[in-house]
């Protein structure tokens, strides 16, 4: 199965700008080897992963009555913090929920992706 | 035994099994539930007719088993796949199709645990644990949960379709995740049972009984995992609360006050099985903090059901159980049974004390002890206005006629 995973918000993390040069590298750390876990579990493949530019940097897309405009800003503010993401292939849920306990304690939504056939 | 009584007893006794030995061997959990209602549709037919088979539940499995291949080889069909799919393939390679009803204890533990998935609402989980597991009939859980029939229905499929689509496993997980999960399955379990004791707003008989399903999926579990502290401390706690249960309304349908109870009504047998449950050995020592509170609420309620009498209740052990239990679980519920505690054992006034500062908001239990312990202190005009306070909260018919009764015999 494929998982998309979201990295929602910090939690009880500091801002990223608010972290020391330590605290980042921690992190950097624990991203390092949540990849190594998955390469080294059985089944687990990460399909993508990126780092996604601060809320302000993103645009939204409508289209109304036929009419398409674009705002400034995230579409709502529950992503506001979205700060990357990661497309997994695992075997089931609970694989997932081990592996991510090597991120940082973020707030993260997993959502499985659905298979057309 | 009737053959009719000999399937009822089969599919009460076994649901649980045979819904996770068709799961194991199919995956499919939409088509399992269907394929095993139409061998239990198919067996009424024919048990009377043709005779009881010499293995019920073996002829149940190779029954629904048939239907499986049925309806995989529809949807076959209709992919334009291989003409035929052999579910078996999926874990335990192609097997006979007289199936000799051999299970594997592990695949009901498996069906346990993806029912009460944490990633699952505790309200769905419990619901679908009920319905999987023990094969309680969904209008009966729509009544312990107090939802409408189709509310209760589509609860089951949703629960049931994110089990799919999320990729909740059919799988124990392994050791250092297992008493966590358990953990869950416990809370599971008792969130049903309590649904059975919540004031409802029709009669509340019925209900009760069906708590007592809620008790049996304790057993199934603890069955599974023999001695399991945070099981057994529940099933001591849930046998205690359920003894009672005859004895909690009167004749009128009114709800009856532990106090004024019929202690000659409550089960002794459950309180005897459940007092031998707290003294076993599992539960010495210290414990992780969802079985130590099971623990303790189980002897609060235990010194109470040995009780001989209302007036002879231990409640100075009483108090000390709470305080035990507000140590490892602080919260206003237990403040407030404490504070009824202190009131019984040093009197109203030091109950009035210990009740300072406790809220349970939208709840009326707290303005009806202090209305209580305020009559009971003498403070009749403060007593009137806590009642009132609690009426004006209270939603449940037999709880209200009391608080009136209460209210009424302050005079004006």
Same mark, same amino acid.
């Given at each position: ?7 929602? @918000? ?28 998955? @390469? @080294? ?36 503010? @529950? ?39 | ?12 006794? #076994? ?133 409408? #029939? ?176 507000? #140590? ?75 608080? #009136? ?8």
């Amino acid at each position: 199965m494929k998982y998309l995973v979201l990295l929602m @918000a910090d939690g009880e993390l500091p801002a990223w700008a608010d972290h020391t040069e330590e605290q980042q590298a921690d992190v950097i750390r624990q991203f390092e080897e949540f990849g190594a876990a998955c @390469a @080294a579990r059985e089944g687990v493949q990460i399909l993508a992963g990126e780092a996604l530019g601060p809320g302000d940097t993103a645009t939204v897309v409508r289209t109304r009555g036929g009419v398409r405009t674009l705002t400034d800003g995230p579409f709502a503010e @529950a992503v506001e913090q979205l700060g990357g993401f990661y497309l997994l292939d695992a075997p089931d849920l609970d694989v997932v929920i081990d592996l991510l306990q090597l991120l940082p304690p973020y707030d993260i939504q997993v959502s499985p992706v659905v298979d057309p056939y | 035994m009737e053959a009719s009584q000999e399937l009822a007893r089969v599919v009460r006794e #076994e649901w649980g099994r045979l819904v996770s030995l068709l799961l194991a061997r199919s995956g499919r959990l939409d088509l399992v539930e269907d394929a095993l209602g139409d061998a239990v549709e198919a067996a009424a037919r024919q048990w009377d007719a043709e005779g009881m088979p010499s293995n019920p539940r073996g002829w149940l499995v190779t029954v629904a088993r048939r239907r499986l291949v049925d309806r995989l080889r529809v949807e076959a069909v209709a992919q334009r796949k291989a003409p035929l799919l052999v579910p078996d393939a999926h874990r335990h390679g192609p097997g006979p199709m007289a199936d000799p009803g051999d299970l594997v204890e592990d695949d009901l533990l498996r069906l346990v645990l993806m029912c009460t998935h944490p990633a699952l609402a505790p309200e769905a989980a419990s619901a679908l644990a009920l319905r999987l597991v023990l094969g309680v009939s969904t209008p009966d859980i729509a009544r312990l949960f107090l939802v409408p #029939e189709p509310t209760m229905a589509a609860r089951l499929t949703r629960a049931k379709r994110k089990i799919v689509t999320a990729g909740i496993p059919f799988a124990v997980p392994g050791a250092d995740q297992l008493p966590s999960r358990l953990e869950v399955v416990a809370q599971t379990a008792y969130l049903a049972f309590t649904a059975g004791y919540a004031p409802g707003s029709g009669p509340d008989l019925l209900r009760a009984e069906l708590a007592g399903e809620a008790v049996r999926l304790v057993r199934v579990v603890l069955d599974l995992r023999p001695g399991e502290p945070v099981l057994t401390a529940l099933l001591a706690l849930v046998l205690l609360q359920h003894s009672r249960r005859d004895a909690r309304t009167g004749h009128d349908g009114r709800l009856v006050l532990l106090p004024d109870q019929d202690r000659s009504r409550w089960r002794h047998d459950e309180i005897a099985e459940a007092v031998a449950l707290l003294g076993s050995s599992r539960l010495a020592g210290p414990l992780p903090a969802r079985a130590a509170s099971y623990l303790v609420q189980a002897r609060i309620a235990a010194q109470h059901a040995t009780a001989p009498s209302a007036e002879r209740t231990r409640w100075d052990r009483v108090v000390a159980h709470y305080d035990q239990l507000l #140590e490892i679980e602080p919260g206003a519920a237990a403040r407030l049974g404490r504070a009824v505690a202190v009131a019984e054992s040093r009197g109203p006034r030091e109950g009035l004390l210990a009740l300072e500062g406790v809220e349970l908001p939208g709840s009326h239990r707290v303005a009806a002890v202090r209305a209580e312990l305020l009559a009971r202190a003498g403070e009749a005009r403060g007593a009137r206005e806590a009642y009132a306070e609690a009426l004006a909260l209270c939603r449940n018919a037999s709880e209200r006629a009391h608080l #009136e009764e209460r209210l009424a015999s302050l005079g004006s």
